[in-house]
């Protein structure tokens, strides 16, 4: 049980979440969506503070910001592994449905995501049409952004050649 302040009843952690999830029902197996309706931090992922007691710290009066679809995911299905991240297979960050949900590696997880960091590294060639492989790339020192070997020396060359004229 959670614990409350004096004068509460606990609540069980089935519960407390129910409390926040859209309808209100916490049914077990994959289904739709559970909609977090309370606290989303700035990256749109349902966010909760709970009591110390109830992550096993017994300090007096300590309390925890968690990420809930991680403590769902605990909840239901089992600890995550160390140096995993959980991948939202249905695209929504404010779901807390644990069968929607992935113990990925950080790579794995932004290559499967939609923003537009994935989609460039999702390429295979430049903008003129050149390939990147290990010969022809290289990463930027400014911003570690891949620089396709090739169109540099076109730019180099040109550079050059608007010099001397």
Known sequence: MIGTRPGRKALTPYQRLGKWISDGTVIEGPGGCWLWTGHLNDGGYAQTAMSAKAVGDYTPGARYRCTVHRWTYELHIATIPAGLDLDHLCRVRHC?????????TRSVNLKRAVGIGSQWSKRTHCKNGHEYTAENTYR???DNARVCRQCQRDRNRNRKGRGAA
């Open 140 to 142: 930027s020192a400014r």
């Open 96 to 104: 807390v449905n644990p069968w929607h949900l992935e113990p990925v």
